[in-house]
């Protein structure tokens, strides 16, 4: 369960002084379990919003309650996905998965055997000892996505994770990542700048203004589960989803 | 338009420019008849039977140990200074006028003081290499840590690595690739300055047997001692290099590397 109250991002401008404000007031809360959406035009604070509630980013003012724990820091129970994948070059793809179970002193044995079902999982058997140079984009996002899963975060912070890949890969993932949340009922929170992403993923979609952002909308996204892409694009209900965000985003901040 | 040499493969290159060079300076030896200017037939005998009997060695081993002393601690203590100093702004702060007013100083030129405080011997030349070799060490880990992605580090973060452990398993191997070269740098400017601190303080050493040799008017010999000294440069920084290729093949490659060397 994550609860933000109030929070809002102001910058000090690098040179010359003055503030520049990110995020305003932004409050919501998203479920255990829940999978939500954050879209935005870019520059909205989105990813800037998944930072702080992560720990890497403080917060300027108001509260957020990661299990009803304030957030002081980055914390091994909320796990991040970056779209730069931001994996270890120095280690190889098996290196990068055992990483976090290391740090958080699970067994060897035990560490070798779960990695080993993460690598299945995400379909990278037989090059578990490659190093990250030597895999494509989509690989490198299973490996960064098996790298999070290895230390069993209970949230996933997606910062546009599928952002940089091609749209075949792209599909792809996007249907292992909906495969394993089904599976595991982790609560994920999920930046996009992709509408149709968003309406496929999630449960809730957030759509942000642009900067500062605040929330402008809150949506249900009432599609069966599990979801199954060919059903879904024929779908009414769906392209109406796809069709109303997308209006939300085009509308000029100041209209 | 073809061009000179275009058709050699490129490993004879420097065979062919190094042939041409000592049959040049052959050449010139001939035309000047000079003993300042000893040919080459004479010169490289002495070389090789300075190496051959081994009567180099016990100086050749103890520049070397001076190298290794100095660069060994040189490397112990300047990549945590510049790992840290990458990572904090307020040690950077500190360091950087130091480092930036100490660079340029030929490091040899501070001897006298250094043996002034430190006596004479094997101390004070070691000190100086010390110093020399820790500049381009600090300045490469520094630059490496400050460019490591910041996601890096928050993805150690979150899988709870406290801020010392990922100094060592993350800063460090992230700003290896640029360390590295810093260490590249530091081992020809240690050469020299090992080698210029023996001619100093004469007591052993290749630049001690260097001087020796010119001041008993031996030239052939002392050509002899400046070639060993050259190969000697030249084979660490090769081996360096073997070594640095085989530490970083995980690192996506990087071009055109350039090595500046101040001393």
């Known amino acids: 369960m994550i609860i933000l109250e109030g929070v809002t991002k102001t910058y000090q401008r690098a ?60 914390g091994p129970d909320r796990g991040p996905v970056f779209q730069e994948f931001a994996l270890f070059p120095w280690r190889t793809v098996l290196g990068n998965i055992l990483f976090g179970l290391r740090e958080q002193k699970v067994p060897k044995p035990e560490a070798q055997s779960r990695a080993q079902r993460l690598i299945e999982m995400v379909h990278l058997k037989g090059f578990e000892h490659l190093y990250p140079k030597e895999l494509s984009g989509g690989m490198k996002q299973r490996v960064a996505i098996a790298r999070t899963l290895a230390y069993d975060p209970a949230i996933l912070l997606m910062d546009e994770p599928f952002g940089a890949l091609d749209a075949q890969t792209r599909t792809m993932l996007q249907d292992e990542l909906l495969a394993i949340w089904e599976r595991d009922t982790k609560t994920v929170l999920f930046v996009t700048h992709a509408v149709d992403e968003a309406v496929y993923l999630a449960d809730r979609v957030l759509v942000m203004t642009a900067a500062p952002g605040r929330i402008k909308a809150d949506l249900a996204i009432n599609l069966p589960r599990p979801r199954r892409r060919d059903e879904l694009l024929r779908d009414a209900n769906y392209q109406n989803y796809v069709i109303e965000i997308g209006h939300m985003l085009d509308r000029p901040a100041a209209a | 338009m073809a061009r000179f040499g275009e058709n050699l493969p490129k490993a004879l290159a420097p065979i062919a420019v190094t042939a041409g060079l000592l049959a040049l300076w052959q050449g010139a030896a001939l035309v000047a008849r000079s003993s300042y200017l000893p040919p080459m037939t004479e010169i490289l005998p002495i070389t090789v039977s300075l190496v051959g009997s081994g009567e180099i060695f016990p100086d050749l081993l103890s520049s070397l140990a001076r190298l290794a002393a100095g660069f060994g601690i040189g490397l112990v203590a300047g990549i945590p200074i510049g790992l840290i100093s990458g990572r904090n702004r307020a040690v950077e702060e500190f360091i950087m006028p130091l480092l930036g007013a100490f660079y340029p100083v030929p490091k040899a030129a501070l001897m006298p ?151």
């Open chain 2, 113 to 263: 003081i250094v043996m002034l405080w430190f006596g004479a011997g094997d101390l004070s030349k070691v000190l100086i290499i010390i110093l020399t070799v820790s500049l381009p060490l600090i300045y490469h880990a520094q630059q490496g840590a400050r460019a490591v992605d910041e996601k890096l580090i928050w993805s150690a973060q979150a899988m709870g690595c406290s801020s010392l452990r990922r100094l060592l398993i993350v800063i460090l191997p992230a700003s290896l690739p640029e360390i590295l070269i810093g260490a590249r740098v530091a081992i020809v400017i240690g050469v020299i300055v090992t080698i210029t601190s023996e001619m100093i303080v004469r007591q052993s050493g290749l630049g001690n047997y260097l001087f020796t040799a010119l001041d008993m008017g031996q030239y052939a010999m002392t050509y002899a001692v400046i070639l060993i000294i050259a190969v000697l440069g030249f084979l660490l920084d090769w081996l360096f290099e073997i070594m640095r290729r085989r530490l970083t093949l995980w690192a996506p490659d990087r071009q055109g590397i350039e090595i500046a060397v101040t001393s």
């Open chain 1, 15 to 74: 040179q010359g002084g003055g503030e520049v404000q990110a995020l305003g007031r932004i409050s919501t809360s998203i479920k255990g379990g829940e999978f939500v959406a954050l879209v935005g035009p870019s520059g909205c604070g989105k990813s800037t919003l998944l930072y702080i509630v992560g720990g890497f980013v403080p917060k300027s003012s108001g509260r957020i309650l990661v299990n009803d724990a304030p957030v002081t820091g980055p």
